[in-house]
C-alpha cells in the first residue's frame, strides 16, 4: 500500500520522469474505459452558490480559459502552486485533458479560482484548488471542497474513485483543510503528506 501511496505523490511532483506518462496514459485510459464521463451534464457542469450575501459559481472550464487562468496564477504571492506546470503552453494541455475535471470559480464573469480534479487509473482521484489574490479568507475553497466530494461520491459515483490528496508540508493551510473535510494522513513523503478519503 505504501507503494501506492509514494506514486500517489509523485502525481504531485512535475519534476518526475513519470509525471507526463502517468498523465498521457490517464487520458488514453480514460477515452476507452470511461466514456460515460464525458456525460453532457458533467461538460456542462455548473454550481451556484451563495457565500455571505454574494452569489458565485463553479463552472466546468476548458482551453478557452487558459489566458484569464494564467494571469490569475501570475497574479498570486503564493510559493504554493497547483500540482502542473503553470506556463500557458501546459495550461492549455491540462485544460483539454480528457481525464481532468478542471472547475472555475467565478465571480460574476471574473474567473476568481480554479479547481482541478485529476482522475486516474485504479480509481484514484487527486483534487488541488487555488483560490485568487482578493478573494482568499471568504470561505470558496472549503465550499469548493464540499461541492467537489459530494460530485466524485455522487455524480461519479459509479467509479468508486478514492480520494487523494498531496500536500506540500509547508502549506499549514491546505493540510488543516484537508483535515477538516474529511481526508486522513496515510503517507509522510518527504516533502508532502499523503491524504486519502
Ligand atoms: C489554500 C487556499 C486554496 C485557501 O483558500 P481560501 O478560499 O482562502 O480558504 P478558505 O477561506 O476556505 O479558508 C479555509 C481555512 O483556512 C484559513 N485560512 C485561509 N487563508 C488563510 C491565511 N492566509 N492565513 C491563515 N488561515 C487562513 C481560514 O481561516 C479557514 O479556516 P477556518 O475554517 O478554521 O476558519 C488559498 O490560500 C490558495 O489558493 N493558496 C495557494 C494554493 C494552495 O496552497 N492550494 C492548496 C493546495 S492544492
Redesign the pocket.
Known amino acids: 500500500m505504501k507503494k501506492l501511496y509514494s506514486l500517489v505523490a509523485k502525481l504531485n511532483d512535475e519534476n518526475s520522469p513519470i509525471f507526463d506518462l502517468i498523465v498521457f496514459m490517464s487520458e488514453i485510459y480514460f477515452r476507452i474505459f470511461f466514456r460515460k464521463f464525458y456525460k453532457k451534464e458533467l461538460v456542462n457542469f455548473l454550481r451556484k452558490f451563495e457565500l455571505r450575501g454574494k452569489t458565485y459559481e463553479i463552472r466546468k472550464i476548458d482551453e478557452r480559459f487558459a489566458l484569464e487562468l494564467y494571469r490569475m496564477l501570475s497574479n498570486?504571492r503564493?510559493e504554493?502552486?497547483p500540482p502542473h506546470r503553470n506556463d500557458l503552453a501546459s495550461l492549455k494541455r491540462i485544460l483539454k485533458n480528457k481525464s481532468f475535471f478542471a472547475t472555475g470559480i467565478f465571480d460574476g464573469e471574473k474567473l476568481i479560482g480554479y479547481g482541478l480534479g485529476r482522475f486516474f487509473p485504479l480509481r484514484r482521484a487527486v483534487p488541488?484548488?487555488?483560490?485568487a489574490e482578493g478573494y482568499?479568507?471568504?470561505?470558496?475553497?472549503?465550499l469548493w471542497s464540499r461541492i467537489m466530494f459530494k460530485v466524485v461520491k455522487e455524480d461519479f459515483r459509479e467509479y468508486k474513485f478514492n480520494m487523494f490528496s498531496t500536500?506540500d508540508k509547508r502549506?499549514k493551510?491546505?493540510i488543516?483543510?484537508n483535515l477538516?473535510t474529511g481526508f486522513k494522513i496515510v503517507l509522510d513523503a518527504g516533502d508532502f503528506l499523503v491524504f486519502r478519503a
Open positions: 498570486l503564493t504554493f502552486m488541488a484548488v487555488v483560490i482568499q479568507g471568504k470561505g470558496l475553497y472549503v500536500v502549506n493551510i491546505a488543516n483543510n477538516k
